[in-house]
């Protein structure tokens, strides 16, 4: 996919949005979690993947409980941040006809490309994903 | 460049690039200096297969991005279990073509 501007910021609305729908869905919901796990990787193999725990971690978080959204999984921080900031920040670009958060994406993307940055990232993915065995997701 | 030089190019990475792509590689490759031929041979291409592969093994992980350079978008995919495994689905039949698309950017900064 050759990523344009508006391309990916069609991309990431959809994304942030089908969030939000997964998110309203999960606490409206009655039925337990073990029910409305969607993990491939947990429902093909039965081991957690590194993000399992992220919706319940999303969820503490909007009742204001940080730390206990870091125990459930410390992904739920950064998607937050991106489910709260994109929207505004693309919403912004739309209406002063500018693209500041395509050129912060591809710049972040070179950035977190670079081994000095990826593999510590990649350290603490792995590091993740151990802990969420340990907590038996 | 010499014609036997380009066809000899084409014939042996023609896989790493859509099909559509192949007379214009070709057309370039003619066109530009002797110069940039080594440049241009030892561009590190992926495989879409190997790309395939990867994305069945390690999709809902996202490592079939990170491994094309779509850095942004495998971290998407790291983070939201492989968009539900829908993403992953979807990219099982998305990741050869992007795989060669990747490829056809990387040349490109060589024909132009």
Known sequence: MNITRNRLYAFVLALCTAGYGWLAFHQLSDVSDSDTRFCFLKTATGFPCPACGTTRAVDALLQGQVWEAIQWNPFGLPVAIIMIVAPLWIARDYIVKADSFFRFYQKAEMKLSRTGIALPLLALVLANWIWNYYKGY | ?112
């Open chain 2, 1 to 112: 460049m010499e014609v036997q030089k380009v066809d000899m190019y084409i014939m042996s990475n023609a896989r790493y690039f859509e099909p559509h792509q192949i007379p214009i590689i070709r057309d370039r490759l003619l066109a530009i200096d002797d110069s940039k031929w080594i440049m241009i041979q030892t561009i590190p291409l992926k495989d879409p297969q190997t790309s395939l592969i990867v994305s069945l093994l390690g999709g809902s992980l996202g490592i079939d991005r990170f491994m094309i350079g779509d850095t942004g978008i495998g971290i998407g995919k790291l983070l939201t279990c492989g968009g539900a495994g829908i993403w992953t689905i979807v990219d099982w039949f998305m990741i050869q073509g992007a795989t060669r698309e990747k490829n056809m950017q990387k040349l490109q900064q060589f024909l132009y």
